[in-house]
């Protein structure tokens, strides 16, 4: 799935074309100008700093390539095996489930969002067991869960509501896999998902709206409107999943929080804030400057993987976050921050294709 999205809510000025975020600055005269040194300054929250190094190319110490050698010939071929058939099992659970049954069909979206009964409790059961032993797979055999108490009282009103959606930081593809293990959410997902074996189908069981990237503003406008309406949905019908996004709209090296798309608190609904952190000491599980078939890989030879969760009480917003969307998403961002111990930056998803291309520059030219 993909998380990398524009702001759903963000259109061009009347007369103008969309702004392009993609980097104006070359690989070749970037790599020229800075050094690593100085573009892991410029670009910390992207930076990896595990012992793999930059794009998961580093100089391994031998203890380390020792490891990763058992384990490349043991462990990882165990690990693939048993994640395709919990992939496949599940998928042939959705099929059932799905027999006979038309999907929703609505603004170019299609999915089982809506499906009730005996089909929708085995989706949702099933879903969220196996979304975890699929972690469980991958070498996380136990995820501690904090709650933290620390919003304020004035801000819970007398009768709490139930929230329309969970906002939460974004690290890794193994992002989804908890969420889903935890609250079996709808996600917004790249409209290519849609179409692939196996993954396709849960998408749609998930009830994912799909978005075209690089689409024109029309279209992520009507997307936006249909986040929204399904936000306001999960909170008024306790039935209804809740959304699941990453306002980032990016991942990070998991000790930054990037600035908030307004798109998930146009609804005025209450939100859920949720912290996930990864703590490594060989591997980092996080998904930054390194291709998805490497991270795969030393991830499954990674013997335990270590994850923590920091879910913080609904968050309501006040009259005036209501009015203002922007608001209402820097104050979630900043109680996060705190709660996390995540800095605040201010970088986004262009300065991150700056980075990536840098260093691709850099080791194309080695």
């Known amino acids: 799935m993909e998380s990398e999205l524009k702001d759903l809510n963000s259109k061009p000025p009347n007369g103008s074309t969309a702004r392009d975020d993609r980097p104006l600055l070359k690989s070749e005269s970037l790599a020229s100008a800075d050094s690593i040194a100085e573009m892991e300054k410029k670009f910390a929250a992207y930076v990896r700093r595990d012992i793999y190094g930059t794009m998961g190319r580093g100089e391994l110490p031998a203890k380390e390539k020792l490891l990763l050698g058992f384990a490349l010939v043991t462990l990882l071929p165990i690990r693939v095996l048993l994640a395709a058939t919990v992939l496949l099992f599940y998928y042939l659970i959705c099929r059932i489930c799905t027999l006979f049954y038309a999907p929703n069909r609505e603004d170019e979206q299609e999915h089982y969002a809506h499906m009730s009964g005996w089909r929708r409790a085995v989706i949702v059961s099933c879903g969220r067991a196996l979304s975890r032993v699929m972690l469980f797979i991958f070498g996380f055999y136990w995820i501690p869960v904090f709650n933290s108490a620390s919003q304020e009282d004035e801000q819970q009103p007398e009768e709490l509501e139930r929230p329309g959606v969970i906002i939460s930081n974004h690290v890794s593809y193994l992002d989804i896999l908890y969420h889903m293990s935890s609250s079996f959410p709808s996600f917004v997902a790249k409209r290519s998902v849609a179409r692939l074996p196996l993954v396709g189908l849960i998408s749609k069981c998930l009830g994912c709206v799909y978005v075209q990237r690089e689409s024109k503003s029309s279209d992520f406008k009507g997307v936006s409107a249909v986040v929204t309406d399904r936000i306001r949905e999960a909170h008024r019908n306790e039935s209804a999943p809740l959304m699941m996004l990453f306002p980032e709209g990016t991942t990070t090296n998991g000790e930054f929080l990037l600035p908030f798309k307004t798109g998930g608190f146009l609804a005025k609904a209450p939100v859920l804030p949720v912290i996930l952190r990864y703590h490594y000491q060989r591997f980092s599980p996080a998904w930054d400057t390194i291709s998805g078939v490497r991270h795969v890989i030393f991830l499954l030879c990674q013997f335990v993987n270590y994850m923590d969760v920091i879910r913080l009480p609904v968050y ?51």
């Open 316 to 366: 309501y917003p006040s009259e005036q976050e209501m009015d203002d969307p922007k608001l209402y998403a820097n104050n979630v961002r900043r109680l996060m921050a705190s709660e996390g111990n995540l800095i605040l930056s201010d970088i986004g998803l262009a300065e991150k294709r700056t980075y990536h291309a840098a260093l691709n520059g850099l080791f194309s030219q080695c």
